[in-house]
């Protein structure tokens, strides 16, 4: 019922969030630390929750995400595997929630200078862009049926010390170029489609450049299948302009539209309705 209630008339893709490095994982996993084999939820009742429901999927095909993939193919939408690039949730040594690659990396956290997005790791390492690839790689052969994936890097969106993203950018087009080419490997070895990759950014090309982001390089080789931009909070009014200025070559762009940013609650309709008018 939640999916079917997303799911309406108009949708045509769902984007569903599988993970982040900073979480253990709630699918199997090498590369990762399943839930399973990370510290439990203890007295946090929210947590119990989670990891209870998660548990109900067990005896389902592919689980609990095999499950809901499923169900988005039985909607007839096509369905990402969305992955948080950076996530400042749980990053800290003691927080019985954070994944252990983040624990055994926690000194190449970008550090105080981002406040509360101190604990997100920082990508000029090989060891963090190493262990991006390959959550991903993991993933699409967990769950070959997949369309695609969507590299969320608004959540959060730094990746890079104060002022060197410009600088290290090459860097992160060389992982989302390894990605592209490890997704069409395995399109190609399956006899399928090649998977969809999609990609959330800043919402202006110069904020995306300062935080490493280098979208009109994409561009240019074409690694992506579009781009969605601004942030998980609203913005009733995107400068898609300017990105049209900037993705010469043609990689379609869509505006970003979340919730509240007062709130943090999601709007109605004619909100959303409102800003896409926009």
Same mark, same amino acid.
């Given at each position: 019922?939640?999916?079917?209630? +997303?799911?309406?008339?108009?949708?045509? !893709?769902?984007?569903?969030? *599988?993970?982040?490095?900073?979480?253990?994982?709630?699918?199997?996993?090498?590369?990762?630390?399943?839930?399973?084999?990370?510290?439990?939820?203890?007295?946090?009742?929210?947590? =119990?929750?989670?990891?209870?429901?998660?548990?109900?999927?067990?005896?389902?095909?592919?689980?609990?995400?095999?499950?809901?993939?499923?169900? =988005?193919?039985?909607?007839?939408?096509?369905?990402?595997?969305?992955?948080?690039?950076?996530?400042?949730?749980?990053?800290? $040594?003691?927080?019985?929630?954070?994944?252990?690659?983040?624990?055994?990396?926690?000194?190449?956290?970008? #550090?105080?200078? +981002?406040? +509360?997005?101190?604990?997100?790791?920082?990508?000029?390492?090989?060891?963090?862009?190493?262990?991006?690839?390959?959550?991903?790689?993991?993933?699409?052969?967990?769950?070959?049926?997949?369309? #695609?994936?969507?590299?969320?890097?608004?959540?959060? $969106?730094?990746?890079? $010390?104060?002022?060197? #993203? $410009?600088?290290?950018?090459?860097?992160?087009?060389?992982?989302?170029?390894?990605?592209?080419? !490890? =997704?069409?490997?395995?399109?190609?070895?399956?006899?399928?489609?090649?998977?969809? =990759?999609?990609?959330?950014?800043?919402?202006?090309?110069?904020?995306?450049?300062?935080? #490493?982001?280098?979208?009109?390089?994409?561009?240019?080789?074409?690694?992506?299948?579009?781009?969605?931009?601004? !942030?998980?909070?609203?913005?009733?009014?995107?400068?898609?302009?300017?990105?049209?200025?900037?993705?010469?070559?043609?990689?379609? *762009?869509?505006?970003?539209?979340?919730?509240?940013?007062?709130?943090?609650? +999601?709007?109605?309709?004619?909100?959303?309705?409102?800003?896409?008018?926009?």
């Amino acid at each position: 019922r939640y999916l079917q209630s +997303y799911c309406r008339s108009g949708v045509s !893709t769902v984007a569903y969030c *599988v993970g982040d490095m900073s979480w253990p994982t709630l699918y199997p996993s090498r590369v990762g630390n399943p839930y399973t084999s990370a510290m439990r939820a203890g007295d946090d009742l929210k947590r =119990l929750r989670i990891y209870k429901n998660v548990d109900n999927f067990a005896s389902e095909p592919g689980g609990y995400f095999g499950t809901a993939f499923r169900i =988005l193919r039985e909607l007839n939408k096509t369905a990402l595997a969305s992955f948080r690039m950076n996530d400042a949730h749980f990053t800290r $040594p003691d927080d019985p929630r954070v994944s252990e690659f983040w624990k055994q990396h926690a000194t190449l956290a970008l #550090g105080q200078d +981002y406040g +509360y997005f101190s604990g997100c790791l920082n990508y000029a390492s090989e060891a963090v862009r190493n262990h991006f690839h390959d959550r991903v790689a993991e993933f699409a052969e967990l769950y070959p049926e997949i369309d #695609g994936i969507d590299l969320d890097a608004m959540r959060s $969106p730094f990746f890079f $010390p104060p002022g060197k #993203g $410009p600088e290290h950018a090459p860097l992160f087009t060389e992982l989302v170029r390894r990605i592209k080419t !490890t =997704l069409a490997a395995q399109a190609k070895h399956l006899s399928r489609p090649d998977y969809l =990759l999609t990609v959330n950014v800043p919402l202006t090309p110069a904020l995306a450049l300062e935080c #490493g982001l280098d979208v009109a390089a994409w561009d240019a080789e074409k690694l992506f299948d579009s781009v969605s931009v601004g !942030t998980y909070q609203a913005q009733m009014n995107s400068p898609i302009e300017e990105w049209e200025k900037v993705l010469v070559h043609g990689t379609p *762009v869509f505006a970003y539209v979340n919730c509240s940013a007062q709130d943090g609650r +999601y709007f109605g309709l004619e909100e959303y309705r409102a800003a896409a008018a926009n």
